[in-house]
């Protein structure tokens, strides 16, 4: 897609510091990390959201299950533990509209979600 900045990392014409890599999906720092292990993992191909992931995009999800599987494990999280963080749509704050989880780990993540708001 043209103006997504995760396709032009994909297309190689914004640099990033990568990973893990396969045909499907594609493992990079992310630019502002929260945590000591902080890594987005996408699909190459454009889809939003899993809101969009259909019978004919699914495939790259056992790609992204091996690129979680192998990232945490060469980033010594694999023990310790780590969270998986995909944002959906504006309540979540979705920032860059092309598939992301987010793999954080490498220090205690606190509670799931911010105690802030009215929590309900
Ligand atoms: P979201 O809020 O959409 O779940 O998260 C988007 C993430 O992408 C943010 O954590 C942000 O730091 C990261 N990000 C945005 N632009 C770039 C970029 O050009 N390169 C890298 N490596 N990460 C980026
Ligand atoms: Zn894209």
């Given at each position: 897609m043209a103006d997504c900045i995760f396709c032009k990392i994909v297309a190689g014409e914004i640099p990033a510091d990568k990973v893990w890599e396969d045909d499907h999906v594609l493992a990079f720092r992310d630019?502002?990390?929260?945590?000591?292990t902080h890594v987005l993992v996408i699909p190459?191909?454009?889809?939003?959201?899993?809101?969009?992931?259909d019978e004919i995009r699914a495939p790259f999800l056992a790609s992204l299950a091996r690129a979680v599987r192998e990232v945490a494990a060469a980033e010594g999280v694999d023990t310790t533990g780590y969270r998986l963080l995909a944002n959906t749509g504006p309540d979540a704050g979705q920032e860059v509209m092309h598939l992301h989880v987010h793999l954080l780990g490498g220090r205690p993540l606190g509670p799931m979600l911010s105690m802030r708001g009215s929590g309900r």
């Open positions: 630019i502002q990390p929260i945590a000591p190459k191909v454009h889809v939003e959201s899993f809101a969009d992931v």
